[in-house]
C-alpha cells in the first residue's frame, strides 16, 4: 500500500515538517513494516519558463522542430533567455512553461546536460508531464502552467517542484492480511494517530451524516444468495445511487490523477477515478455501471451451470458454482462479485449515466473466486479481508459528491440500500490477562483506554471486561487478539527481552547424541550432509525397480503436496540423496559422496475421524487420531560416485565399490559399539550380485547397501558404477543403548587359522557368527581373510579361511585354545556342513 504523505495529512495531523522517514518509523511502531520511500527523486533546476519565441524547423527527414527562446530568469546564472530544441507543437510565444536545466537529473536516472542537436545548442529541456513522472492528460504534450494552475501568479525562474508536487513523498507500507482496513489511507491514518498521538479525524463520520437514508424508489436490487459453504449470506450489504447527466468528456481533475498515481494506480477516466479514489481513501471498493446498459434490477446471486462472462481484461471466463455475480434482472451476468466486472456494462466514453455501487461481500467468496479465476484485484483483496459493512453509504456519498462536482452530474434522491446486519461478536477479557500474556504490568485503565482507542466498545463490570470490536476489525475474533492489540499500541519496544535460564541436568538424549555421532562418522571420511524435501513421486518407486508388492510403494499421499509432481510421502530416504547425486554429477562433478538421515513413511496410514478447529476433542479422539499415524522412523543414506582412492603422478586410482558402501555400514556400527553382521542380500536397488543386507546380532535386518543395479543406473541417467546404502538409524542407535568401557588386557594374545570347505551357496558371515558363538567367551576377534573357488576345492564348493584371536584373563595354554577352535569347528560342521581343510 503506497500513502502518500499529503493525502494522509487530510486525516490525521502529520507534522508540516514531517518526512517521509519519520511517517515510515511511526508506523512501524504499530506493525505496519515499511516497504519504500518514494518521491523526491528530481534533482537540480527545474523552473517555472516564459516562451519568448518560438521558431518552427522543418528537417531534412520531414520532421519540424522549434527552436524556441525561454525566460528563465535568473536560474541559469546570467539571466538571459535559455535556448532549447523541442519536438512538441501544443505551446506558443506567452506560454507559462516547465523546463528543465542542464544539471538536473530527471526519474530514472535522466541526466540533462547541454548538447548540440538540429544544429543548435539546446541548453535544457521543455517538459511534458510523463518525462516528470506526472500523470498525462492524454495529449502527451508539453506542460502548460496557466492550464494546470489556474490564478496562480508565476514568475521567470521559479521553483517548479513545489508548484507540480514533486517535492511530495510517498511511504509504501506492507499490510499483513489481518490488517485489511490499513489497505486505504483512512486506516492509515487511524494508525499513525495511535503511535503518535496525532489528532485524527475519520472522513467517513461526515459522510455517513451526508449520506441520505434508503428509499423504496431507488434502483432495484435483490440478494438472492445463501453461501453454500456456510451460513453466512455472500452479499450481507449493497448500497446503490445513480448520477445522471455526466459529461463523458469531463477530465479527471490533477490533484486526483496525481494522487491516483503516488498511490500506484494509473488514470483511466473520471468515473473509474473516482470509484479508485474512493477505495484508497476509505478501504470500499466501488464498481461503476452505465445505467442505460441495465434492463432490470440489478440480482446477486450464484452463477449457474455453463455461464459465461467476458471479464474488462478481454478474457472469456467459465463461471463456477461458487462464484457470487452481479446480474441484470438475474439472467446476464454482470460482473464476478468483489473481483472484476463485465465488458458489456463497464463505462465507456459515452456513458452519461452511472450506478455506483458500494457493497460488503463475503471474505471467504471472494477469496475462492479471485483464486479460482487467477484475478488478484485491487477489490479483492480488500474484500477477501473484510470490508467494513457501515462503510458503504459513506463511500456512495464521497464518490456521488465527486462525480456531481467534476462531471457536472445530478444525483438521483432514491436510494437503495439492502443490508444485513452481522452479528457482532462480545469478547469476554480479565483486565490482567494482558500483563500475565505479554510480561508488562498494564493497569486495567490502559487496557480499556487502548481498546476504546481502536474502536471497541468496552463495558466495564469491575475488572471484566465486555469487549465489542469495531465493524471495520473482523480480525478481532477471541481474546488472545485483544491482548496482541494492548501489546501493540502501548509499544512492542516496552515489552523486555528477557533470556529464560536454562534448565540445569539437560543433554542430549541418546538418540540425539547417536544420530551426531552418525553424521559426524560420514563426515569426516569424506560425505557431505544434505536435506531434501520428504517427497517423491510415484515414478521414483518405478526408477529404483522397486516390486509391485514392495512394502516401500505403500506410502502416504498429501491432501495438498507443494508439487503435484511429488504428492507423496518418501519411504525411504536413498531416493532423495540418489536425485541429488545425479544433479551434482549433470552439474559436472565427478567424485560425489553424499548422505542423508531423516524420516520415513513405514506403514500404511489409518483412518481417523477430522474436528472442526479451535475445540480439543478429547482424549479417546486424539489417541484415534495418533494411532492412525503411520510408524516414522529415521533412516540414514548414502551414495558415492567416481574414485575412492584418486589418481595421480604416484599411480592408478581405484574407483568407489560395493565394499566401500559396506565399509560405511560398519563404520557406523563400530562407532556405536553395535555388532553387525553382513550377509549377501538381494535387495533393489542394488545388484543382486554386489548387495550385502545389514543385521543385527539379534536377526533384526535393517537396511543394505551396495552398488546400484545397472538398469537403475539407466533410470536415473547416472554414469559408471555409483555405490550406496540405506539403514533404520533409529534401530541401530537403540541397539547401542549404553556400550561400557572394557578393559585392556595385559595377557597375549593367541591367534589360531582355520579354513573351511562349504557349499558355495553358503554365507561367509553366517559361518563366521556361528564360529563366533560357539568359541567361548576368550574368542576376542575373528575376520575372514581369505575366500576361494577352484579346482583344489571341488565343483560346488568354496574355501573360507578365518582367523581366530583369543585373550583371557591369563596366559593362555595351547591345548585349550585348540580345544575352543575345534569347537567351532565341529558347530560350523553341524549348522553349514562346513569341512575342516587338512584335517
Given at each position: 500500500m503506497?500513502?502518500?504523505?499529503?493525502?494522509?495529512r487530510?486525516y490525521?495531523?502529520?507534522?508540516?515538517?514531517?518526512?517521509?522517514?519519520?511517517?515510515?518509523?511511526?508506523?512501524?511502531?504499530?506493525?505496519?513494516e515499511?516497504?519504500?520511500i518514494?518521491?523526491?527523486?528530481?534533482?537540480?533546476p527545474?523552473?517555472?519558463?516564459r516562451?519568448?519565441s518560438k521558431e518552427?524547423?522543418?528537417?531534412?527527414n520531414?520532421?519540424?522542430?522549434?527552436?524556441?527562446?525561454?525566460d528563465?530568469?535568473?536560474?541559469?546564472?546570467?539571466?538571459e533567455?535559455?535556448?532549447i530544441?523541442?519536438?512538441?507543437?501544443?505551446?506558443?510565444?506567452?506560454?507559462w512553461?516547465?523546463?528543465?536545466?542542464?544539471?538536473?537529473?530527471?526519474?530514472?536516472?535522466?541526466e540533462?546536460?547541454?548538447?548540440?542537436t538540429?544544429?543548435?545548442?539546446?541548453?535544457?529541456?521543455?517538459?511534458?508531464?510523463?518525462?516528470?513522472?506526472?500523470?498525462?492528460?492524454g495529449?502527451?504534450?508539453?506542460?502548460?502552467l496557466?492550464?494546470?494552475?489556474?490564478?496562480v501568479?508565476?514568475?521567470?525562474?521559479?521553483?517548479?517542484?513545489?508548484?507540480?508536487?514533486?517535492?511530495?513523498e510517498?511511504?509504501?507500507?506492507?499490510?499483513?492480511p489481518?490488517?485489511?482496513?490499513?489497505?486505504?489511507?483512512r486506516?492509515v491514518?487511524r494508525?499513525?494517530s495511535h503511535?503518535?498521538?496525532?489528532?485524527?479525524?475519520d472522513?467517513?463520520?461526515?459522510l455517513?451524516?451526508?449520506?441520505?437514508?434508503?428509499?423504496?424508489?431507488?434502483f432495484?436490487?435483490?440478494?438472492?444468495?445463501q453461501?453454500?459453504?456456510?451460513?453466512?449470506?455472500?452479499c450481507?450489504?449493497y448500497?446503490?445511487?445513480?448520477?445522471r447527466g455526466?459529461?463523458?468528456?469531463?477530465?479527471t481533475?490533477?490533484?486526483?490523477?496525481?494522487?491516483?498515481?503516488?498511490?500506484?494506480?494509473?488514470?483511466?477516466?473520471?468515473a473509474?477515478?473516482?470509484?479508485?479514489?474512493?477505495?484508497l481513501?476509505?478501504?470500499?471498493?466501488?464498481?461503476?455501471?452505465?445505467?442505460?446498459?441495465?434492463?432490470?434490477?440489478?440480482?446477486?446471486?450464484?452463477?449457474r451451470?455453463?455461464?459465461?462472462l467476458?471479464?474488462?481484461d478481454?478474457?472469456?471466463?467459465s463461471?463456477?458454482?461458487?462464484?457470487?455475480l452481479?446480474?441484470?434482472?438475474?439472467?446476464?451476468?454482470l460482473?464476478i462479485?468483489?473481483?472484476?466486472?463485465?465488458?458489456?456494462s463497464?463505462?465507456?466514453?459515452?456513458?452519461?449515466?452511472?450506478?455506483?455501487?458500494a457493497?460488503?461481500?463475503?471474505?471467504?467468496?471472494?477469496a475462492?473466486?479471485a483464486?479460482?479465476h487467477?484475478?488478484a484485484?485491487?477489490?479483492?483483496?480488500?474484500f477477501?479481508r473484510g470490508?467494513?459493512p457501515?462503510?458503504?453509504?459513506?463511500?456512495?456519498?464521497?464518490?456521488?459528491?465527486?462525480?456531481?462536482?467534476?462531471?457536472?452530474?445530478?444525483?438521483?434522491?432514491?436510494?437503495?440500500d439492502?443490508?444485513?446486519?452481522?452479528?457482532?461478536?462480545?469478547?469476554?477479557?480479565?483486565?490482567?490477562?494482558?500483563?500475565?500474556?505479554v510480561?508488562?504490568?498494564y493497569t486495567?485503565?490502559?487496557?480499556?483506554?487502548?481498546?476504546?482507542q481502536?474502536?471497541c466498545?468496552?463495558?466495564?463490570?469491575?475488572?471484566?471486561l465486555?469487549?465489542?470490536p469495531?465493524?471495520?476489525?473482523?480480525?478481532l475474533t477471541?481474546w488472545?487478539?485483544?491482548?496482541?492489540?494492548?501489546?501493540?499500541?502501548?509499544?512492542?519496544a516496552?515489552?523486555p527481552?528477557i533470556?529464560?535460564?536454562a534448565?540445569?541436568?539437560?543433554?542430549?538424549?541418546?538418540?540425539?547424541?547417536?544420530r551426531?555421532?552418525?553424521?559426524?562418522?560420514?563426515?569426516?571420511?569424506?560425505?557431505?550432509?544434505?536435506?531434501?524435501?520428504?517427497?517423491?513421486?510415484?515414478?521414483?518407486?518405478?526408477l529404483?525397480?522397486?516390486?509391485?508388492?514392495?512394502v516401500?510403494?505403500t506410502?502416504?499421499r498429501?491432501?495438498n503436496?507443494?508439487?503435484e509432481e511429488?504428492?507423496?510421502?518418501?519411504?525411504?530416504?536413498?531416493?532423495?540423496?540418489?536425485?541429488?547425486?545425479?544433479?551434482?554429477?549433470?552439474?559436472?562433478?565427478?567424485?560425489v559422496?553424499?548422505f542423508?538421515?531423516g524420516?520415513v513413511?513405514a506403514?500404511?496410514?489409518?483412518?481417523?475421524?477430522?474436528?472442526?478447529v479451535g475445540?480439543y476433542?478429547g482424549?479417546?479422539a486424539?489417541?484415534?487420531?495418533e494411532?492412525?499415524v503411520?510408524?516414522?522412523?529415521?533412516?540414514l543414506a548414502?551414495?558415492?560416485?567416481g574414485?575412492?582412492?584418486?589418481?595421480?603422478w604416484?599411480?592408478?586410482?581405484?574407483s568407489?565399490?560395493?565394499a566401500?558402501?559396506?565399509a560405511?555400514?560398519?563404520?557406523?556400527a563400530?562407532?556405536?559399539?553395535v555388532?553387525?553382521q553382513?550377509?549377501?542380500?538381494?535387495?533393489?536397488?542394488?545388484h543382486?550380485?554386489?548387495?550385502?543386507?545389514?543385521?543385527?546380532a539379534?536377526?533384526?535386518?535393517?537396511g543394505a547397501?551396495?552398488e546400484?543395479?545397472?538398469?537403475?543406473?539407466s533410470?536415473?541417467?547416472?554414469?559408471?558404477r555409483?555405490?550406496?546404502?540405506?539403514?533404520?538409524?533409529d534401530?541401530?542407535?537403540?541397539?547401542?543403548?549404553n556400550?561400557q568401557?572394557?578393559?585392556?588386557?595385559?595377557?597375549?594374545?593367541?591367534?589360531?587359522?582355520?579354513?573351511?570347505?562349504v557349499d558355495?551357496?553358503?554365507?561367509?558371515?553366517?559361518?563366521?557368527?556361528?564360529?563366533?558363538?560357539?568359541?567361548g567367551?576368550?574368542?576376542?576377534?575373528?575376520?575372514?581373510?581369505?575366500?576361494?573357488?577352484?579346482?583344489?576345492?571341488?565343483?560346488?564348493?568354496?574355501s573360507?579361511a578365518?582367523r581366530?584371536?583369543?585373550?583371557?584373563?591369563?596366559t593362555?595354554?595351547t591345548?585349550?585354545?585348540?580345544?575352543?577352535?575345534?569347537?567351532?569347528?565341529?558347530?560350523?560342521?553341524?549348522?553349514?556342513?562346513?569341512v575342516q581343510?587338512?584335517?
Amino acid at each position: 500500500m503506497r500513502v502518500p504523505i499529503d493525502w494522509l495529512r487530510e486525516y490525521v495531523a502529520v507534522p508540516t515538517d514531517a518526512r517521509g522517514v519519520d511517517v515510515a518509523a511511526a508506523l512501524v511502531k504499530v506493525g505496519l513494516e515499511e516497504e519504500g520511500i518514494h518521491g523526491g527523486d528530481i534533482t537540480g533546476p527545474l523552473v517555472v519558463g516564459r516562451v519568448i519565441s518560438k521558431e518552427p524547423e522543418e528537417q531534412k527527414n520531414g520532421k519540424t522542430i522549434n527552436w524556441c527562446q525561454v525566460d528563465v530568469g535568473d536560474a541559469n546564472g546570467n539571466g538571459e533567455p535559455q535556448g532549447i530544441v523541442c519536438g512538441a507543437h501544443n505551446f506558443d510565444a506567452g506560454d507559462w512553461v516547465v523546463c528543465v536545466l542542464p544539471g538536473a537529473v530527471l526519474p530514472g536516472g535522466f541526466e540533462i546536460s547541454a548538447r548540440k542537436t538540429y544544429g543548435h545548442v539546446s541548453a535544457g529541456m521543455i517538459c511534458a508531464a510523463d518525462e516528470l513522472g506526472l500523470p498525462d492528460d492524454g495529449s502527451g504534450g508539453i506542460i502548460r502552467l496557466s492550464e494546470i494552475l489556474p490564478g496562480v501568479e508565476l514568475t521567470p525562474g521559479q521553483d517548479a517542484l513545489p508548484l507540480l508536487g514533486l517535492d511530495r513523498e510517498t511511504v509504501e507500507i506492507n499490510v499483513t492480511p489481518d490488517r485489511g482496513y490499513c489497505f486505504c489511507i483512512r486506516g492509515v491514518a487511524r494508525e499513525y494517530s495511535h503511535s503518535t498521538g496525532a489528532q485524527f479525524v475519520d472522513p467517513a463520520l461526515a459522510l455517513a451524516a451526508k449520506a441520505p437514508t434508503a428509499t423504496g424508489s431507488g434502483f432495484g436490487v435483490e440478494v438472492d444468495d445463501q453461501h453454500p459453504m456456510n451460513d453466512n449470506l455472500g452479499c450481507t450489504r449493497y448500497v446503490a445511487r445513480i448520477v445522471r447527466g455526466i459529461d463523458p468528456s469531463a477530465p479527471t481533475p490533477a490533484w486526483m490523477a496525481t494522487r491516483l498515481t503516488e498511490a500506484g494506480m494509473r488514470p483511466i477516466s473520471l468515473a473509474v477515478d473516482i470509484t479508485n479514489y474512493v477505495m484508497l481513501a476509505l478501504g470500499q471498493p466501488l464498481h461503476a455501471f452505465d445505467v442505460d446498459t441495465l434492463t432490470g434490477p440489478i440480482v446477486v446471486r450464484r452463477a449457474r451451470q455453463g455461464e459465461q462472462l467476458k471479464t474488462l481484461d478481454d478474457v472469456d471466463r467459465s463461471l463456477f458454482a461458487e462464484d457470487l455475480l452481479i446480474t441484470d434482472a438475474g439472467e446476464k451476468p454482470l460482473a464476478i462479485a468483489g473481483v472484476m466486472g463485465g465488458e458489456d456494462s463497464e463505462v465507456s466514453d459515452s456513458t452519461r449515466s452511472v450506478l455506483i455501487e458500494a457493497a460488503r461481500f463475503d471474505p471467504t467468496s471472494i477469496a475462492r473466486s479471485a483464486r479460482r479465476h487467477k484475478l488478484a484485484t485491487e477489490a479483492s483483496k480488500r474484500f477477501e479481508r473484510g470490508v467494513d459493512p457501515e462503510l458503504a453509504p459513506a463511500a456512495a456519498q464521497l464518490a456521488v459528491d465527486l462525480l456531481v462536482e467534476f462531471g457536472g452530474g445530478t444525483a438521483d434522491e432514491a436510494v437503495t440500500d439492502v443490508y444485513t446486519p452481522l452479528v457482532r461478536p462480545v469478547i469476554e477479557l480479565d483486565a490482567d490477562q494482558p500483563s500475565k500474556v505479554v510480561g508488562v504490568d498494564y493497569t486495567c485503565e490502559q487496557v480499556v483506554s487502548v481498546l476504546e482507542q481502536i474502536g471497541c466498545a468496552v463495558e466495564q463490570p469491575g475488572d471484566h471486561l465486555r469487549v465489542t470490536p469495531p465493524t471495520w476489525r473482523p480480525d478481532l475474533t477471541t481474546w488472545p487478539d485483544l491482548v496482541e492489540e494492548v501489546a501493540r499500541i502501548q509499544g512492542y519496544a516496552s515489552i523486555p527481552s528477557i533470556v529464560p535460564a536454562a534448565p540445569g541436568g539437560r543433554g542430549l538424549t541418546d538418540a540425539q547424541r547417536g544420530r551426531r555421532i552418525a553424521a559426524n562418522v560420514l563426515a569426516a571420511q569424506g560425505f557431505t550432509e544434505i536435506w531434501s524435501a520428504p517427497f517423491v513421486s510415484e515414478k521414483s518407486f518405478d526408477l529404483l525397480g522397486y516390486a509391485a508388492n514392495d512394502v516401500r510403494r505403500t506410502t502416504v499421499r498429501v491432501a495438498n503436496p507443494l508439487s503435484e509432481e511429488e504428492p507423496l510421502i518418501r519411504t525411504a530416504v536413498l531416493p532423495n540423496v540418489l536425485d541429488a547425486l545425479r544433479r551434482n554429477v549433470s552439474r559436472g562433478q565427478h567424485e560425489v559422496a553424499l548422505f542423508e538421515h531423516g524420516l520415513v513413511i513405514a506403514g500404511p496410514a489409518g483412518r481417523a475421524p477430522t474436528y472442526p478447529v479451535g475445540t480439543y476433542p478429547g482424549a479417546e479422539a486424539v489417541a484415534q487420531i495418533e494411532e492412525a499415524v503411520p510408524a516414522q522412523p529415521r533412516h540414514l543414506a548414502w551414495a558415492m560416485t567416481g574414485e575412492q582412492d584418486h589418481s595421480g603422478w604416484w599411480g592408478k586410482g581405484r574407483s568407489a565399490d560395493w565394499a566401500d558402501a559396506i565399509a560405511v555400514a560398519r563404520s557406523l556400527a563400530d562407532a556405536l559399539a553395535v555388532p553387525l553382521q553382513v550377509r549377501t542380500g538381494a535387495v533393489m536397488p542394488f545388484h543382486p550380485g554386489r548387495c550385502a543386507e545389514l543385521v543385527l546380532a539379534n536377526g533384526t535386518v535393517i537396511g543394505a547397501a551396495g552398488e546400484l543395479h545397472p538398469k537403475v543406473v539407466s533410470a536415473l541417467g547416472l554414469s559408471g558404477r555409483p555405490v550406496g546404502g540405506e539403514l533404520d538409524l533409529d534401530a541401530l542407535v537403540a541397539a547401542a543403548g549404553n556400550p561400557q568401557a572394557v578393559g585392556l588386557s595385559n595377557f597375549p594374545i593367541v591367534q589360531s587359522d582355520v579354513a573351511l570347505t562349504v557349499d558355495s551357496a553358503v554365507r561367509a558371515g553366517e559361518v563366521l557368527e556361528t564360529l563366533r558363538s560357539a568359541a567361548g567367551a576368550e574368542l576376542e576377534a575373528i575376520e575372514l581373510f581369505d575366500s576361494y573357488e577352484g579346482d583344489q576345492v571341488g565343483q560346488g564348493k568354496k574355501s573360507l579361511a578365518f582367523r581366530m584371536t583369543f585373550r583371557g584373563h591369563r596366559t593362555l595354554k595351547t591345548d585349550e585354545v585348540n580345544q575352543w577352535r575345534d569347537a567351532a569347528v565341529s558347530a560350523a560342521g553341524r549348522v553349514h556342513g562346513a569341512v575342516q581343510r587338512g584335517a
